[in-house]
């Protein structure tokens, strides 16, 4: 185990040239990142899990019971242990087939048995309140968050000039703002990751969880490597969308449709502008050219940019698809439903996170004019 861990963090390809973690280890002069300091996330994403079932329930539930928000979820299948049987076991989605020959055995029409098995899809399906409450929560938390970002970064150099990154990389101190803000958000993640064995099981369930564990490695990355000054402002960029999304998603939930569809075009402007024009422009830029200038390459410099890279690949293509719903909204006109598929979420943050069954434009869709198609899109935040 030590020879592993001894590769693994080799000084070679973690740190610059002549720089070695005996470097970088506190003094009473300066702190700097710690590995070990991440295990602080742990427990404290236990207890931000806590948190949400407590504000789920005494704040968010009341709130959704105030807008008159559906308690009741969708109609259950009526039992039948066959049917059930092959729901479990075999299959979600029978094919005729597979329809024909239940039809035979039960003496029951192929209709009937199709409407039982998206009965019993439903049924796996949360209610309208717990997404409002779900919802509600990670508005909460993202508002914040977004908050403190802006509220702290304002304060430091590098908001104002990206150079201020690099200078004196990696011998740049931690602060208590910097620690407290990872920390934060590496914990909010974890206990999104934690949540999804204890929520209703999603069928984006493998997609969310590698987005998550995407997410921590990102933070975790950043963090070790001491590049928290970039990342800062790399998080903070991404959470502005998430904001708007979930406010978006419960308008949609409280059927406020004009607000729903006010939000979602604030949100559409808002990660097209920050993710096409501000990321490229401020982020790419200090990370690729002036960090190149003022410290040069080196291994993990060339896997951190390679990484940063590939979101702005997924940031053109997301928008491309948000460009491309638009214009087929225009041309369609008004009247259809839709189902906008967003994944926050660090994102994401993503995560935007959380599929939107029946969702965000299920009623804003009627003034939108969404064509009736699902798009999956993976917001990855770093």
């Known amino acids: ?26 003094t009473d002069e300066a702190t700097f990142p710690q590995a070990e300091d991440l295990y602080l996330a742990c427990p404290l994403a236990f207890c931000i899990f806590m948190i949400r079932l407590v504000f789920e329930r005494f704040i968010a539930r009341p709130c959704a019971m105030g807008l008159k928000i559906q308690t009741n979820g969708p109609q259950k299948a009526q039992p039948n242990a066959i049917l059930e049987k092959v729901f479990t076991a075999i299959t979600k989605h029978p094919d005729e087939k597979r ?25 796996e399906k949360p209610s309208t309140l717990a997404r409002f409450c779900e ?24 908001l104002w000039n990206t150079k201020e990154c690099w200078y004196n990389y990696p011998y740049q101190p931690l602060t208590v ?24 099981r999603r069928k984006d369930f493998l997609i969310m969880f ?8 990102l933070i975790v990355f950043s963090y070790v490597n001491n590049m928290a000054r970039v990342g800062t402002l790399v998080m903070c960029l ?22 729903c569809n006010l939000l979602f075009a604030m949100f559409a402007i808002l990660f097209i502008s920050s993710r096409l024009g501000v990321y490229p422009i401020w982020i790419l830029n200090t990370t690729l050219f002036e960090s190149w200038e003022i410290i040069g390459p080196y291994p993990s410099w060339w896997v951190f940019n390679l990484l940063l890279i590939m979101l702005q690949l997924l940031h053109s293509f997301w928008s491309y ?28 943050s993503s995560e935007i996170s959380e599929p939107l069954q029946n969702g965000l434009t299920h009623n804003c869709g009627q003034t939108f004019g969404f064509p009736r198609q699902s798009i999956q899109l993976g917001l990855v935040v770093i």
């Not at 029951?108 to 009965?119: L, N």
Request: positive net charge; hydrophobic residues 45%; charged residues 20%.
């Open 135 to 158: 919802s509600m929560w990670r508005f909460t938390f993202y508002l914040y968050i977004f908050t403190y970002g802006v509220r702290f970064l304002k304060k430091t150099p590098w």
């Open 210 to 217: 590698l987005h998550h564990v995407a997410t921590i490695s």
């Open 321 to 348: 698809l948000i460009v491309k719903t638009a214009c087929r909204a225009i041309s369609k006109g008004k009247g259809e439903n839709s189902m906008l598929f967003l994944y926050h979420p660090f994102a994401t």
């Open 238 to 259: 991404h959470d502005a969308a998430d904001v708007l999304i979930e406010a978006a998603k419960m308008a949609n939930y409280a059927k406020c449709q004009i607000l």
């Open 177 to 200: 703002d910097i620690h407290y803000y990872y920390i934060l958000e590496l914990s909010f993640y974890l206990s999104l990751l934690f949540s999804q064995f204890t929520d209703i």
């Open 1 to 26: 185990m030590a020879g592993i861990l001894a590769w693994f963090w080799n000084e070679r390809f973690w740190l610059p040239h002549n720089v070695t973690w005996a470097d970088l280890k506190n």
């Open 99 to 123: 329809l024909e020959g239940l039809s035979k055995q039960l003496d029951w029409d192929v209709r009937t048995i199709q409407r039982w098995f998206r009965q019993r899809r439903n049924q």
